[in-house]
Each structure stands twice: as structure tokens, then as C-alpha cells.
């Protein structure tokens, strides 16, 4: 849908189908998935506050991954519940750029959160004796606080580089998204786009090539470490692993979709990978957390049996 740039004050979300009676089913379950997420992120949350005991750099950073995980959900479920139980789906051009601001920095504090966690693993295996004196108190907020500031300083400068101009209002997707939007520019992206490839090619790579890192020499001592020490490392990195893995996974298929034609997939397959790092990680990151860390576990249960 071809416009002038004057006429442009509002997208229209063209990924929402007809879905019939069913969209009170679909209301429900979202509605039910997000009190879920609130409700196990905020559990976690006060446990870890709480208690002197869980006041480590390891939780601290899980604090900080469970806040943004409330922060990244609240950025788009609201949004998404009056979406599914709208005629007509459309949004306003500053509410657009809100969700793409609250979507796009909770990713970059997510990945970046699990890179810093990924240090810390490596310190707390690789280098049991100094952990406590390279990894303080005062350190880890200052890691929190850079992750935090980084994120919301880089998207500010994104979005400030969108440009004014647009030439269409359709966003093919049910959420604002950064990358369909400078489809619709009737100006020149150049500067969006090289400032997307710089931070990819230093901060994105550069934290890649520190997990990588960090869990080759992580393994290196897990083979030729104790029986112990593999339990310990198991223990703790298994979790981080599969919170690393599950977020990758949605951010890849997520880049893949908006980059090339993924339209010969079911449509309903395609909304639901396109929401899974966002409705999926929130979730599966507090169940993730609290089933395998042996402190949280019990602590939930002794909270919960009263």
C-alpha cells in the first residue's frame, strides 16, 4: 500500500488473520501466559532479593535477567492482547516506535546478560581462587548497569536514524518490528544500515567469540578436571546453556524471516516463531532457573509449602 510521507500516521499489523470464534481461545491463552510469566519472574525475583544468602554474582545477574524478562513481556503482551481482540489492526507511529524500542532492548540485554553470565561461569570454574576477588559486588553492578545503559543508549541512537519519510503503512507482522519499517522508507537507509552491521560486527561478534571462549576453556577443565568439578560445571553452566541456546534460536529464525521470503510456511507457524523469543524465553527462562538451581529450587518450595 503505496503512500505519500504525509499521509503515513499510523502501520497497519497485515501478519493477523481471521481467526473466527477462536479469538477468545487465543486471548485467553496469552492472557494466561503472560500472568504465568509476571508470576514466576517476580517469584524468583524476591526470593533472590530476600535472602542474604542468594546475594552472589551469579543470582544478581539471573535478578537482572529476570527483570528484563518482565520488562521485554510487558513491551509487547499488552500490546498483543488488544491486537487479538481488535477488528482492525492497526497502531499509531509513537506507540510503533515504543515496541520497537522496549522489543529491541530487551534482546540486547538478554544476549549481552548471558554473555556477561558466561564469564562468570568461566571465572567461578576456570578460576575458583579469585572468583570473589575478580568478581565483587561492585563489579557486577557495574556490569548490570553497562548492559542496561549500552541498550538503551544504542536504541535511542536506532531510533533516532528511522527515518521520517515513508512511502507504505503496512508492517507484514503482528508487532512493530525496526527492519520492516526501513522497507517502507522513501529516504536513504544507508546510515541505519551501517550502524546495524557495526554493531553486529563488534559488540554482537565480540560477545559470541567470549561465550565461545569462555565454554572452550570451560570444557577444557571439565575433562581434565575431578568428578566434582564436571558436576559442579554441569550444574550450573546446564542451565545457562539451554537459556543461551533458546533465545539464539528464536533471534535466528526471527533475523531469517525478515530477511528472506519464509511465506511457504504455515501462517500461523510463522507468527509463532516470529513471537517466540519474545513469549517463549520470559517463560522458560524462571522454569529453567528454578528447577535446576538446587538453591532456588528449595527456596521456591519452602516459600510454597509455607
Given at each position: 500500500m503505496k503512500l505519500n510521507s504525509t499521509?503515513?500516521?499510523?502501520?497497519?499489523?497485515?501478519?493477523?488473520?481471521?481467526?473466527?470464534?477462536?479469538?477468545?481461545?487465543?486471548?485467553?491463552?496469552?492472557?494466561?501466559?503472560?500472568?504465568?510469566?509476571?508470576?514466576?519472574?517476580?517469584?524468583?525475583?524476591?526470593?533472590?532479593?530476600?535472602?542474604?544468602?542468594?546475594?552472589?554474582?551469579?543470582?544478581?545477574?539471573?535478578?537482572?535477567?529476570?527483570?528484563?524478562?518482565?520488562y521485554g513481556s510487558t513491551g509487547l503482551f499488552p500490546f498483543l492482547l488488544n491486537q487479538i481482540l481488535s477488528d482492525v489492526h492497526t497502531v499509531s507511529i509513537p506507540l510503533c516506535f515504543l515496541q520497537i524500542f522496549c522489543v529491541y532492548t530487551y534482546g540486547i540485554v538478554e544476549f549481552l546478560t548471558l554473555a556477561v553470565m558466561?564469564?562468570?561461569?568461566?571465572?567461578?570454574?576456570?578460576?575458583?581462587?579469585?572468583?570473589?576477588?575478580?568478581?565483587?559486588?561492585?563489579?557486577?553492578?557495574?556490569?548490570?548497569?553497562?548492559?542496561?545503559?549500552?541498550?538503551f543508549f544504542i536504541m535511542a541512537v536506532f531510533c533516532l536514524t528511522i527515518p521520517s519519510?515513508?512511502?507504505?503503512?503496512?508492517?507484514?507482522?503482528?508487532?512493530?518490528d525496526n527492519h520492516y519499517i526501513m522497507k517502507l522508507a522513501c529516504s536513504d537507509t544507508t546510515v541505519n544500515s551501517i550502524m546495524g552491521v557495526v554493531h553486529m560486527f563488534t559488540v554482537i561478534l565480540g560477545m559470541i567469540i567470549i561465550i565461545v571462549y569462555t565454554y572452550v576453556r570451560i570444557l577444557r577443565v571439565c575433562f581434565s578436571g575431578s568428578k566434582e568439578t564436571r558436576q559442579k560445571a554441569f550444574s550450573t553452566c546446564t542451565p545457562h546453556l539451554f537459556s543461551l541456546f533458546n533465545f539464539s534460536f528464536g533471534v535466528f529464525f526471527e533475523i531469517m524471516q525478515s530477511r528472506f521470503d519464509m511465506k511457504s510456511l504455515p501462517n500461523i507457524l510463522r507468527v509463532f516463531l516470529s513471537l517466540y523469543f519474545l513469549t517463549c524465553q520470559p517463560l522458560f527462562n524462571p522454569v529453567l532457573y528454578g528447577l535446576k538451581m538446587s538453591k532456588i529450587r528449595n527456596m521456591v518450595k519452602d516459600l510454597l509449602s509455607g
Open positions: 499521509q503515513v500516521s499510523y502501520f497497519i499489523l497485515g501478519a493477523y488473520f481471521d481467526t473466527g470464534r477462536f479469538h477468545y481461545l487465543y486471548f485467553v491463552i496469552t492472557v494466561s501466559l503472560y500472568f504465568l510469566i509476571i508470576a514466576a519472574n517476580v517469584l524468583l525475583i524476591v526470593i533472590i532479593c530476600m535472602n542474604r544468602s542468594l546475594h552472589e554474582p551469579m543470582y544478581m545477574l539471573l535478578c537482572s535477567l529476570f527483570v528484563n524478562e518482565l558466561s564469564y562468570d561461569r568461566y571465572l567461578a570454574i576456570c578460576h575458583p581462587l579469585h572468583y570473589h576477588s575478580r568478581m565483587t559486588f561492585r563489579k557486577v553492578v557495574v556490569l548490570v548497569a553497562v548492559v542496561w545503559l549500552y541498550a519519510q515513508l512511502c507504505g503503512n503496512v508492517i507484514d507482522k503482528v508487532y512493530c
